[in-house]
């Protein structure tokens, strides 16, 4: 929906809820677009947050699978004397 910036004033509130239920507005200057109006995403509270983390560390435990030992992981390219091989 277009409407220029004049009609807005006399209308805004309806433009506001129309914005925030997902129709496009522009408002126009002059009939060319010069801003959109566009809903703002609420941020999570602390209690959303927190319940995104748990599931974020949840799974990130899931996919976790241990392997060899990094310590002697280079253990192959020496010999029992500590040279290379």
């Known amino acids: 929906m277009r409407v220029s910036v004049s009609e807005a004033k006399a209308q805004l509130t309806e433009l506001v809820r129309l914005a925030e239920a997902g129709e496009e507005v522009i408002l126009t200057r002059h009939g060319h677009a010069a801003v959109r109006l566009a809903p703002i995403k609420a941020a999570p509270d602390r209690a959303a ?37």
Do not use: H, M, N, W
């Open 49 to 85: 947050r927190r319940a995104i983390l748990d599931q974020v560390r949840a799974a990130g435990r899931a996919k976790a699978t241990p392997g060899p030992s990094a310590a002697r992981s280079q253990d192959f390219l020496y010999d029992e004397d500590g040279l290379p091989k």
